[in-house]
């Protein structure tokens, strides 16, 4: 038979195990909408379009890169030889303004009206 230390501890076991299956449970949960509803249900909030000013956006690009403030036309072919002259970090940023600046003049093509 089973004494009472046996059997407090088997109670104690199956307490804490089955606490820890609800906090577990209820964490996961919780985790899965920790950002919660930000689309308010079904509910239109009107018009959530955005415009972007991308005239500004490359004025400020070529400001901080003076690479691309000496580019002639969208294909410069002493783009490599001017992004060896810079530091590796420098390049990559660069390059990556580059890219920037080649999307926005792709949205200002296709924003502006017909």
């Given at each position: 038979?089973f004494?009472?230390k ?6 104690f076991?199956?307490t804490?195990?089955i ?18 509803n ?6 239109t ?5 955005t415009?972007i ?5 490359i004025?400020?690009?070529k ?6 403030a ?6 410069d ?13 420098e ?6 303004a580059?890219?920037m ?13 017909q």
């Open positions: 038979m004494n009472m046996h059997m407090k501890i088997a109670i076991v199956l804490v195990s606490l820890g299956t609800c906090a577990l449970i209820v964490n996961s949960g919780n985790m899965a909408y920790a950002q919660g930000k689309t308010q249900g079904n509910k909030q009107g018009d959530v379009t415009t000013d991308a005239d500004s956006l004025k400020a690009l400001a901080r890169h003076p690479v691309l000496q580019l002639v036309t969208n294909e072919k002493d783009l490599v030889v001017k992004f060896k002259d810079l530091d590796t970090k390049a990559l940023k660069t390059a990556l580059l890219n600046l080649h999307l926005l003049q792709q949205y200002r093509e296709i924003d502006e009206p």
